[in-house]
């Protein structure tokens, strides 16, 4: 059974803090990673995805993957109240194989 | 280009009854995927449907089914309804063109199901 696990939260922050959301995953023939962004109510929308070892910046994120620990994070640098939302952490496999997502880390980012 | 698009977006039905839900991808895409979301299961995975054929699937009931069509529309049916179908239930598109960077899902807005 493919699992990804999260910390549930919620995990509060200042406004222009840094926020660390991690996610860790059990199959080691993970190929792509990604994270999603949930506002109450809504449908969870794309922030970014990583699929090499490393940091991907895209403003004020950057996800950080580490295959070998299976490990994968997500920094919100500057954090905005307009970032309180559960962030989902997702993990994909080979061709052919479906989505994993975690259960998802609640940020909560106080003005 | 348009986004993801389901129907309807709320549903009310009562226990037994069936109900179909419709997804129409984002121009292009030709993997569907479903899944339910619930307070205490988070996103499951249903399955997904790839040119027409149901590539994967989940741990659920066969209650719950699914198709698409040629043109990558795809519609998802549960039938004999339970209380605990009540759920959002997510489509997501993906481009899929044999390579990673295709992989990526773009989700619908969601059709709240309540069954009373």
């Known amino acids: 059974q493919k699992e990804v696990e999260q910390n549930s939260g919620p995990l509060s922050v200042p406004e222009g803090a840094i926020a660390s959301l991690n996610c860790t995953y059990s199959d080691r023939g993970s190929q792509s990673f990604f994270w999603y962004r949930q506002y109450s109510g809504k449908s969870p929308e794309l922030i970014m995805f990583?699929?090499?070892?490393g940091d991907k910046e895209d403003g004020r994120f950057t996800a950080q993957l580490n295959k070998a620990s299976q490990y994968v994070s997500l920094l919100i640098r500057d954090s905005q109240p307009s970032d309180s939302a559960t962030y989902l952490c997702?993990?994909?496999?080979?061709?052919?194989?479906?989505?994993?997502f975690g259960p998802g880390t609640r940020l909560s980012v106080l003005p | 280009k348009a986004g993801v698009t389901q129907t309807p977006r709320y549903l009310i039905k009562t226990r037994g009854q069936q109900v179909t839900l419709s997804c129409s991808p984002i121009?292009?895409?030709?993997?569907v995927s479903w899944y339910q979301q619930t307070p205490g299961q988070g996103l499951q995975f249903l399955f997904e449907y790839f040119s027409e054929t149901q590539r994967n699937k989940g741990n659920f009931p066969g209650r719950f089914s699914g198709r698409q069509f040629s043109n990558s529309r795809s519609e998802m049916n549960v039938s004999t309804l339970e209380l605990g179908d009540s759920a959002l239930y997510l489509c997501?598109?993906?481009?899929?063109?044999?390579?990673?960077?295709?992989?990526?899902?773009?989700f619908g807005p969601g059709t709240r199901l309540t069954v009373l």
């Open positions: 997501a598109s993906s481009l899929w063109q044999g390579i990673t960077s295709t992989d990526t899902q773009y």
């Open positions: 990583i699929y090499s070892n």
């Open positions: 121009s292009g895409h030709r993997s």
């Open positions: 997702a993990v994909k496999g080979d061709y052919g194989q479906n989505f994993v």
